[in-house]
């Protein structure tokens, strides 16, 4: 499985571009070892998975998509990439991604453009651009992305793949390089839901070494799955979201997107769920206050680029002193989306400033968590589109940084609110994939596999 999959991407990367590192030798001697454990075939053991660039791989050159971090290679790994390797999986390399996570297309990567599998001339969405193009294009079977306003759940809709977003604090954040601390989440890229299962029980679960990780168990997803595959969803509420492409709030959306949707929507109810319209009236305003939000995040966790403990470092030849090589190895190091962030947010976050931007997105913040809340008082999930539209040419929004952000409009709200949500692929528009986005409560992930199976 490992040769045929190496074969694959011998064959086809060089026209997609999902991978930045292939660990083909590695790979195949993991998998021989597999073999000879006569593991090979319970849970994951032997199946071979690519893991987006964002996370340490010990030994493993890890970029984050950055120039700064060239020729890198971590003295750990990410406990989800330690998971992985304990559940018999063999890595078959790092997917290219945005720099630093920050996109929509994965056109910020420093190294390459990613291709969409099912037009090469259109992105792969972002920023787990990488991951979803490897999964899509038949490289890798199984695929880790992170998702910090969309980047697993957008890229997933964009290439038909399934993508999930767990609850905030369920996967561990350890030795994923930082976006957004508060946001951020590793989950399972996929072709199916119960395939994006298996991978999400494997890697999620406490874990002390990271602070805000949730001391609960794993969520049973892998039934859940199997129950939403019987496609019986009698007694569930399923309320659908009025903001994000209802009635009045559908300026953006292409009408295909919400045509299948609607045919999603559709198919939730011939299968016995109660659908309902819901108000969040807050979810407006996830865009703006996500845009202050991670990027202040991002300009405190980037602080840690400067030179000296990793990657690249511009200027050491004596003629400039520390502060001059710190500035240069950033100027030299970092993309322009990311310094446009790092200079959102350290504005967003100075004195004078705090209160009118960072202390109001806080506050919006709340509301949406508080929308949540209410909606789940009358509702078990609540459902939209992931993406108002379906990939778009490579180019077509590079110039345009409000563009990019307006593909996140219904991927924010549940990552505001550190809720679990699913992209399942729910048909095509001009030949193009579209997804259907599910959220449940916090913890509740199961039920975002349960109605994601049923759709399927
Ligand atoms: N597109 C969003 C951004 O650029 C989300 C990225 C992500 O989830 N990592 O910030």
């Known amino acids: 499985v490992t040769r045929a999959h190496l074969d694959r991407i011998a064959a086809e990367d060089g026209a997609l571009g999902a991978f930045l590192h292939v660990t083909a030798d590695a790979a195949l001697a993991r ?86 599998p099912w037009d090469h001339d259109r992105i792969p969405g972002g920023s787990s651009g990488g991951s979803s193009a490897a999964v899509a294009g038949r490289l890798a079977p199984l695929a880790l992305g992170t998702d910090t306003g969309g980047s697993i759940r957008q890229p997933a809709a964009v290439t038909g793949l399934v993508g999930h977003k767990p609850t905030y604090g369920s996967v561990s954040r350890y030795g994923l390089i930082a976006f957004s601390s508060s946001l951020d989440q590793a989950g399972p890229m996929a072709r199916t839901v119960l395939d994006a299962a298996l991978l999400h029980e494997a890697i999620g679960g406490h874990d002390p070494r990271d602070s805000t990780s949730i001391d609960a168990p794993v969520p049973t997803v892998v039934e859940a799955a199997r129950r939403g595959a019987g496609g019986d969803l009698s007694g569930l509420r399923v309320g659908v979201v009025r903001e994000l492409g209802g009635e009045g709030a559908r300026e953006g959306y292409e009408q295909g997107v919400l045509d299948r949707f609607a045919e999603g929507v559709a198919l939730l109810e011939a299968a016995g769920a109660q659908v309902r319209e819901v108000s969040c009236p807050s979810f407006g305003l996830a865009l703006p206050a996500y845009y202050l939000i991670a990027p202040s995040e991002a300009s405190s966790n980037l602080a840690r680029f400067e030179g000296m403990r990793f990657g690249i470092r511009v200027g050491d030849d004596g003629s400039h002193d520390v502060d001059e090589v710190m500035a240069l190895t950033r100027e030299q190091g970092f993309g322009p989306e990311v310094k446009r962030r790092i200079i959102l947010g350290t504005y967003a976050l100075s004195a004078g400033y705090y209160e009118a931007y960072y202390g109001q997105a806080q506050k919006v913040r709340t509301l949406i968590s508080r929308d949540f809340s209410a909606a789940y008082d009358d509702v078990d999930v609540l459902v939209s589109p992931t993406s108002p539209t379906v990939a778009w040419p490579i180019g077509a929004r590079v110039e345009d940084p409000l563009a990019m952000y307006a593909a996140d409009l219904c991927t924010l709200p549940a990552s505001l609110a550190g809720v679990p949500a699913i992209s399942v692929p729910c048909g095509l528009s001009d030949g193009l994939p579209v997804g259907l986005q599910v959220m449940a409560p916090a913890l509740a992930d199961d039920r975002c596999y349960r109605v994601a199976a049923a759709v399927e």
């Open 31 to 116: 998998a021989a070892e597999v073999d000879a454990s006569g593991t090979a075939g319970t849970g994951l053991a032997g199946i071979p998975v690519a893991l987006k660039d964002v996370f340490v791989t010990e030994g493993v050159p890890t970029t984050s998509g950055s120039r700064i971090l060239e020729g890198w290679r971590p003295p750990y790994s990410a406990t989800v990439a330690s998971r992985l390797a304990d559940a018999g999986t063999v890595l078959l390399g790092k997917t290219n991604m945005d720099e630093f996570a920050m996109g929509s297309s994965t056109e910020n990567s420093a190294y390459a453009v990613t291709r969409n």
